[in-house]
């Protein structure tokens, strides 16, 4: 397979990689489908600790994306790495202790953005998803509310990347 350019590439990163970020991780692919940019695009997830290398996600996670038609079943967990810098020039943060961690690994030259996800959607009412590994079933549900409307957001922007409307 042709590898997708990093400036195409984009990954998100929670603290384990169970819950939120491959939560994002399929909701992103599902909504890129439908504007049908998938295929143009490089997408993964990543967690910044390595306790759950090679497990699928939480199953409160996999039910909650499945309810709303997402499947995560296939995903396994991984941990982020320095070489994620090289691979994708859009690396998306769940909260901000996943953004310190990731800024103290980035290299001093990368040419891309690392930020935090949900500021890709202007109007959200938060700035960070919460992690719902501790709480309850809701939890699951307000991670994919927000997710849905920054992965709205990113698909927009990445868009006009992509394919530029016709005369711009
Ligand atoms: P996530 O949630 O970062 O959204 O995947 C968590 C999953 C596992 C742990 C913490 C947060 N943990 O401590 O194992």
């Given at each position: 397979m042709i590898p997708v350019p990093p400036e195409r590439s984009v990954l998100f990163v929670c603290?384990?990689?169970?819950?939120?970020s491959p939560t994002a991780e399929a909701v992103f692919r599902a909504t890129a489908q439908r504007a049908g940019i998938l295929t143009a695009l490089g997408v993964d997830s990543a967690g910044i600790?390595?306790?759950?290398?090679?497990q699928p996600p939480d199953r409160r996670a996999i039910a909650a994306g499945h309810r709303r038609?997402?499947?995560?079943?296939?995903l396994r967990g991984r941990q982020v790495t320095a070489d994620d810098f090289d691979r994708f020039h859009w690396i998306f943060a769940m909260d901000q202790a996943n953004l310190r961690a990731l800024e103290a690994l980035r290299?001093?030259?990368?040419?891309g953005h690392l930020g935090l996800?949900?500021?890709?959607?202007?109007?959200?009412?938060?700035?960070e998803v919460p992690d719902?590994?501790?709480?309850?079933a809701d939890g699951f549900d307000h991670v994919l509310d927000l997710i849905e409307e920054a992965s709205e957001a990113l698909v927009a922007k990445l868009r006009t990347r992509i394919s530029p409307p016709a005369g711009g």
């Open positions: 603290l384990g990689n169970i819950c939120r600790g390595d306790w759950h290398v090679g038609g997402y499947d995560l079943t296939r290299p001093a030259t990368y040419p996800f949900l500021t890709m959607a202007p109007g959200a009412a938060l700035r719902p590994y501790y709480g309850g």
